[in-house]
């Protein structure tokens, strides 16, 4: 059987399970896109250990498709009210490639310790209000600005976490702040 590893976008506070894939025309990818209500699937798991840390202050990183364990932490932590703060820097290449931005913006005005900030990384229309570039030492000393002690999550492509990876360790995070997620399978 040929199967692929894909992140629960959904919280386990929430009654459903969610996945979402970026679009290709993959053969997993067009089986994915051509399912209806009613269809079967098998899946097996959970497995992993990506998950949020209940009691440490949170900084989610998430490249493009990379945001749906992520959304799922920022759920768990809104259906929750846990107390502590969780930041989000979400990239993407171009505004129309955001997922679940409706969500994310429901969820920030759900839980007031949940922040969004979005980056975009190529096209930028005059009227984006969010800022511009990939994610940065800047960006990442700023989000952490009154954080005690936080926790790194970062998601994405490999090529986004180890790039990510490399900026915290810059700044001297030490590995064991850092949790992340590798969506193997993309460039
Ligand atoms: C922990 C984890 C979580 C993930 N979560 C998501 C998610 O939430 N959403 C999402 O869209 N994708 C997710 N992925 C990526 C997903 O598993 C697929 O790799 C991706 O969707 C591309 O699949 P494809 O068949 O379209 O690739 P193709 O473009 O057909 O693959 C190109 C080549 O890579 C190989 N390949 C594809 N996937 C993998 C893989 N995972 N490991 C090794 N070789 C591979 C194929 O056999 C093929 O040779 C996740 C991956 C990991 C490891």
Known sequence: MDARPMSLATSPTRPHLEYAVRLSDSPYKRAFAGLRPGDETRVFGPIGDFVLHERRPAVLLAGGIGITPLKGMAEYAADKTLPIPIRLVYSNRSEDEIVYRHELDALEK????????????????????????????????????????PIYYVSGTPGMVVGTLRLLRDLGIPDDDIEIEAFRGYA
Not at 113 to 132: A, E
Request: net charge positive.
């Open 110 to 149: 759900q839980n007031a310790n949940f922040r969004v900030r979005y980056t975009l990384t190529r096209t930028v229309d005059p009227g984006w209000q969010g800022t511009t570039g990939r994610i940065s030492q800047e960006a990442l000393r700023e989000v952490a600005i009154g954080l005690a002690d």
